[in-house]
């Protein structure tokens, strides 16, 4: 299995405890760049790779390539973690390196472990109040949306259809014992407070 880890913002007082013992753990540790290596070595030695910043989409397909052999014979006998700064499913890496892996190296699962943000963590550390609706982009038009405190997902689900959404992901008590998630048509009348629903166009 390969786990992609979110590390947090940079400071290392801001890795969760879950983190920490994935680390410890994991049968290797992968990281992408300095900052993140720093971030665990306190925990173990981990694999530095080549992750090149530039618009080199060529160059940028062969290192996830390169990347996903030294990867995959560890991830498909043992646990395998990648170490990301921030968190694995907001804007990073390692959602291509799974598809690269899916690709080259089938039968290997990827998961994801959070950290904390660079968006929670702009809040907090430029004292910034978050208490409406806000867009978060990377300079390209989103066709997505994220709702929180979602109570009638069924019918925000059927209010967003009108206005082209089509995909839909609802995450009810996440982390509890008893999460539950739904997509699409088994979204339910009803959900508890503590529910995030995604949707797409």
């Known amino acids: 299995m390969l786990v992609g880890l979110g590390l ?13 013992r994935l680390l410890k753990e994991a049968d290797a ?24 910043m530039t618009d080199d989409e060529a160059r940028i397909q062969q290192c996830l390539e390169e990347n996903a052999k030294k990867i995959a014979p560890v991830a498909r006998n043992g646990l395998a973690v990648f170490g ?8 990073s890496t390692f959602s291509r390196l ?12 990827c998961h994801t472990e959070p950290g904390i943000s660079s ?25 997505a949306k994220i709702f929180l405190k979602v109570r009638r997902p069924k019918e925000r689900a059927d209010q967003l259809r009108a206005e082209g959404y089509r995909e839909f ?3 009810e008590r996440m982390f509890f014992p008893d999460m539950r998630v739904y997509r699409n048509q088994d979204l339910p009348e009803k959900s508890d407070y503590m529910s995030v629903m995604y949707a797409r166009k």
Not at 29 to 52: C, N, S
Not at 119 to 143: E, K, Q, R, W, Y
């Open 98 to 109: 799974c598809a690269v892996i899916e690709t080259t190296h089938p039968g290997i699962a």
């Open 119 to 143: 968006i929670t963590a702009f809040a907090a550390a430029a004292h910034v109040p978050v208490n409406a609706g806000f867009t978060v982009t990377d300079g390209t038009l989103s066709d």
């Open 8 to 20: 947090g913002p940079g400071n290392p007082e801001l890795l969760t405890l879950r983190a920490v």
């Open 29 to 52: 540790v992968f990281v992408p760049g300095r900052i993140a290596f720093d971030l665990v070595v306190p925990y173990r030695e981990p694999v530095l790779l080549e992750f090149p």
């Open 169 to 171: 992901v609802l995450v």
């Open 84 to 91: 990301i700064l921030g968190d694995p499913n907001f804007f």
